[in-house]
Structures are given as structure tokens and as C-alpha cells.
């Protein structure tokens, strides 16, 4: 069907930069709204940039002005370009699709809530 592979992230010092990348294989027919969201240690899942199809965005406000998602509707990808990051940033980050249509024989199925494996980041102080 479809997947969400997730490439990027790794260990970085304070002030450093890293960008994720997300790439939904599959007979992909749309994709509407592509996110990342992370969850650091005890602490819930946090949506961390957002963008839709038609490239509007939306922020954390922890991480407005360092953080830029950006996508590829062509490619299916989404990418999240991180600068200025702190030890807070830590965390595993998730790629999610709200809903993505795809081909199954001669139909498009819609299929909601789709999620990347996890990739992790770790900003050291």
C-alpha cells in the first residue's frame, strides 16, 4: 500500500543544523495535509510544522523562526530543515500525513492518520 520513510536526523551540538526527510512510496493518487510531530522522553507527542498541499504552514511557537518544512508534491516528500537547535529539541520525530488517497485496482481509497517510523534527534549541550 503506502509508506512513509523517514531519512535524516542523528546527534548534534546546540546551535547545530539538521533536516529530516519523509517520503511516502506507494501508487499514491493525493496527499492532503504532511507533518512532523515529536515525542521526547515522558512527555506527549507534539506537532512540531505542518504544511498542505497548497503549502500554507503552521509552526510550534517553539520552534517558529529556526524550523522550515517544506514539500515536494511531485516527489511526495516533505522535508523539515532544523537550525538553531537546543537540547530541548531532543526527541524522536514522526512523519505523519493526515489522509492520503491511493490507487487499490481501479479505485482510489482514501486511508487517514498515516505515520513515519520515527527518527531520532539528539542535541547536545
Known amino acids: 500500500q503506502v509508506q512513509l520513510v523517514e531519512s535524516g536526523g542523528g546527534l548534534v551540538q546546540a546551535g547545530g543544523s539538521l533536516r529530516l526527510s519523509c517520503a511516502a512510496s506507494?501508487?499514491?493518487?493525493?496527499?492532503?495535509?504532511m507533518g512532523w510531530y515529536r515525542q521526547a522522553p515522558g512527555k506527549q507527542r507534539e506537532l512540531v510544522a505542518a504544511i498542505t498541499s497548497g503549502g500554507r504552514t503552521n509552526y510550534a511557537d517553539s520552534v517558529k523562526g529556526r524550523f522550515t518544512i517544506f514539500r515536494d508534491n511531485a516527489k511526495n516528500t516533505v522535508v523539515l530543515q532544523m537550525n538553531s537547535l537546543k537540547p530541548e529539541d531532543t526527541a524522536v520525530y514522526y512523519c505523519?500525513?493526515?489522509?492520503?488517497?491511493?490507487?487499490?485496482?481501479?479505485?482510489?481509497?482514501?486511508?487517514?492518520?498515516?505515520w513515519g517510523q520515527g527518527t531520532q534527534v539528539t542535541v547536545s549541550s
Open positions: 505523519n500525513v493526515d489522509r492520503i488517497g491511493y490507487y487499490s485496482g481501479s479505485y482510489v481509497r482514501d486511508e487517514y492518520d498515516y
Open positions: 506507494g501508487r499514491i493518487f493525493s496527499i492532503n495535509v
